[in-house]
């Protein structure tokens, strides 16, 4: 379950609870009001007479009947207050006239365990009920005789049920809505070609699945700005590299027509500079359908063994002529399951820029075998090199890429960049670190997983 889901279920459940225990109140509340019917609409007994009651009710249990008349006769000619004292056949035993609405709501009042307002006291002979009747009744005026809770308490329910219902959407819409109006704005303001777009920090401490829809909104955005300013740096590396054959053609086609006996050198100065403009588009072709996913030909069983003998064994004539040998390891025959063509420009695009960077009397060292934790095969190739400056490591596969040892060295520059994306068609990955004892190391990983034995 996500962790919407809990806060959904969570403010349900309290919207039950509070709706539930307002139910609970006003039936309670109802309940009490029709106890209150029961007793009828006036105020009988006179509670100010509490103590009058509680001591005619210790005199009657130590002294007995007679000290109880004698105690209720100085009572009432001192005119303190008139304690009736009336047995079962509703007498008092003073003789007084007994009201019978008066005793049976005392009645009532004692059965509901109002005991300091009405005692009963059994003695040998009886049982008498003791209470102070008003001299004149009042009315009732509780709150419980009100016309809206003896009348209306299922409305008084629903309205707490509606409120709290509206309390709580009111709340989840505020919670909900707030981040998605962040993320509309935010979709506005990339469509309109602000790419630096983001609102991680306008979800504030959330932790749920918006939040997460941001932080993919912000990985999204940064990667579309990193594709549009590689595109854009891309155009303007590509513009560069043709500009100068361009450039070239068009000062030899001016020299051919001022001097009509150089045509035939010229004609071969722009055969080559045209191989060369044609090479760098179809490289451009090949890593825009990589970058695409289109398939560079079938999937095939690849033998990478021989794969790499048949690539080491084109570039020792170019080794050869820079005086660099070449040294092979296999450690074992492993074959993958991939597109050949790629995986051989990936292999042979390592090792002839290898090869550039080897000086005289160079050694590069190419082995293939499996990483100690056996989940990837690899492909290595060790030059003797100048290297890489460090700040130019993460640099090295980007189309055109140039560092400050790369100067002085032919090609179009886009060798690398294949490899990268050839391996990468292939679930691997590609890397590039320095030698500590001087050159470049460069390590093609591809996953066990696309491999069969």
Do not use: C
């Not at 047995?87 to 008066?102: H, K, P, Y």
């Not at 989840?172 to 991680?200: C, M, N």
């Not at 820029?353 to 290595?380: C, L, P, V, W």
Request: proline letters at 2%.
């Amino acid at each position: 379950m996500g962790r919407l889901f809990w806060k959904f279920f969570f403010s349900f459940w309290l919207t039950l609870l509070i709706t539930a225990v307002s139910a609970g109140t006003f039936v309670w509340l109802k309940s009490a009001a029709n106890h209150d019917d029961d007793l009828g609409t006036l105020k009988l007994l006179d509670h100010r007479g509490i103590s009058y009651v509680m001591v005619a009710a210790d005199i009657a249990k130590t002294q007995g009947k007679n000290a109880l008349q004698n105690f209720l006769q100085q009572l009432e000619q001192a005119n303190m207050t008139n304690v009736m004292a009336v047995n079962t056949e509703q007498q008092d035993i003073l003789g007084r006239s007994v009201d019978l609405a008066t005793l049976n709501h005392a009645r009532q009042l004692f059965e509901r365990g109002k005991r300091r307002i009405v005692e009963r006291v059994t003695l040998t002979d009886t049982s008498l009920l003791l209470y102070v009747p008003l001299a004149e009744p009042e009315p009732l005026h509780y709150f419980k005789k009100s016309w809206v809770l003896k009348h209306l308490p299922v409305l008084l329910m629903i309205v707490s049920a509606l409120f709290a219902s509206f309390l709580f959407s009111a709340l989840l819409a505020w919670y909900f809505t707030r981040p998605i109006r962040h993320l509309k704005q935010a979709f506005s303001e990339v469509a309109e070609g602000k790419l630096d777009t983001r609102v991680s920090q306008a979800m504030g401490n959330r932790q749920d699945e918006l939040a997460d829809l941001g932080k993919n909104f912000d990985f999204m955005t940064s990667k579309i700005d990193a594709l549009v300013k590689g595109q854009r740096q891309l155009l303007h590396d590509v513009s560069h590299e043709l500009r100068s054959p361009l450039a070239r053609m068009q000062a030899a086609i001016g020299i051919a027509q001022q001097q009509p006996g150089k045509v035939e050198s010229i004609l071969t100065r722009l055969d080559r500079e045209a191989e060369r403009i044609s090479d760098l588009v179809g490289e451009l072709l090949l890593i825009s359908r990589m970058e695409t996913g289109v398939e560079y030909g079938q999937k095939t069983d690849v033998d990478i063994a021989a794969l790499v003998d048949e690539i080491v064994k084109d570039a020792h004539f170019e080794a050869e002529h820079k005086s660099v040998s070449i040294e092979l390891q296999h450690n074992e025959d492993i074959t993958l399951h991939g597109q050949q063509e790629l995986l051989h420009r990936a292999i042979e695009n390592v090792i002839r820029n290898a090869i550039k960077f080897s000086d005289t009397g160079d050694t590069i060292h190419i082995r293939s075998q499996r990483d100690f934790s056996d989940s990837y095969m690899e492909i290595t190739v060790e030059d003797e090199g100048p290297g890489v400056p460090e700040a130019d490591l993460a640099d090295l596969f980007r189309p055109f890429f140039r560092g400050s040892q790369m100067q002085r060295k032919d090609g179009i520059g886009l060798g690398l960049t294949i490899a990268q994306q050839a391996t990468t068609a292939h679930g691997g990955q590609i890397l590039a670190e320095n030698r500590s004892e001087g050159g470049l190391r460069m390590i093609i990983r591809l996953p066990m997983q696309h491999l069969t034995h």
